[in-house]
């Protein structure tokens, strides 16, 4: 068996289904285009192809099909189903790239802004239904919203499952946001046997030297407010 596979490449589990290893090719060609990195002086072009090549052969059911039989020695057809990051998930496919963490880290991001704005939506909707009540003398009244409620304890769910993920991998929260992961991201790609620990060691210390003040002051200020607004995430679902 390989020990980097093209589900390594794409952080995909070997079920995953031709959406999620879609959806992975775009996030990570977002980040891997060599346009994207010009400006920083790091030539992205061969973790680039190597991430289109996994895509032309997972996104082909017979390709893949023989792929899976050369790499793992599978004979049989494989069922693919949606790939669920967190506890409860088959860890034995589950792939120990660091674009699994990386797209855990997005995946997270994404679930937290749905949320703020469905709770954003949600103190605006109570606070015109207390108004609107006391207007008619009824001041207990409230009006609840069952289906944005759902919503957000689902998001919540899916939090937790992230959560679990970065931090079995070691990635403390203040490296959880989208600069220090696409940092770590591109390095790790040009030679992913370094420990991505020793990465973000690295991120730490360019932060540091190459970071103005005022761009050191904003990520802070940014991971205050995501920690903040993971915290009151996840206390929604104890509320709820």
Do not use: C
């Amino acid at each position: 068996m390989k020990s980097h596979t093209y589900y390594d490449v794409l952080g995909v589990s070997r079920d995953a289904t031709l959406e999620e290893i879609t959806n992975a090719k775009n996030a990570l060609a977002k980040v891997y285009h060599p346009d994207a990195n010009a400006h920083k002086d790091i030539d992205t072009t061969a973790f680039m192809q190597e991430i289109l090549e996994a895509y032309q052969v997972l996104s082909d059911p017979e390709k893949r099909k023989a792929y899976n039989h050369d790499t793992f020695g599978e004979t049989a057809p494989r069922v693919f189903r949606t790939f669920k990051v967190g506890p409860d998930g088959d860890s034995k496919d589950e792939s120990s790239s660091f674009v699994t963490y990386w797209n855990a880290a997005s995946r997270l991001n994404e679930t937290l802004r749905r949320s703020m704005r469905l709770m954003e939506k949600e103190s605006q909707k109570k606070s015109i239904s207390h108004r609107f009540f006391r207007k008619i003398g009824n001041k207990n009244a409230e009006i609840p919203d069952e289906y944005r409620s759902r919503q957000i304890a689902k998001l919540s769910m899916e939090a937790v499952q992230y959560i679990t993920t970065l931090k079995m991998a070691g990635i403390p929260m203040q490296y959880w946001h989208s600069d220090a992961m696409n940092w770590v991201l591109v390095r790790w790609g040009q030679k992913q046997d370094t420990d991505y620990h020793i990465l973000f060691s690295r991120y730490a210390a360019y932060v540091e030297k190459n970071k103005s003040s005022s761009e050191k002051l904003k990520l802070r200020s940014y991971n205050r407010q995501f920690h903040n607004n993971l915290k009151k995430l996840l206390s929604y679902s104890l509320e709820a």
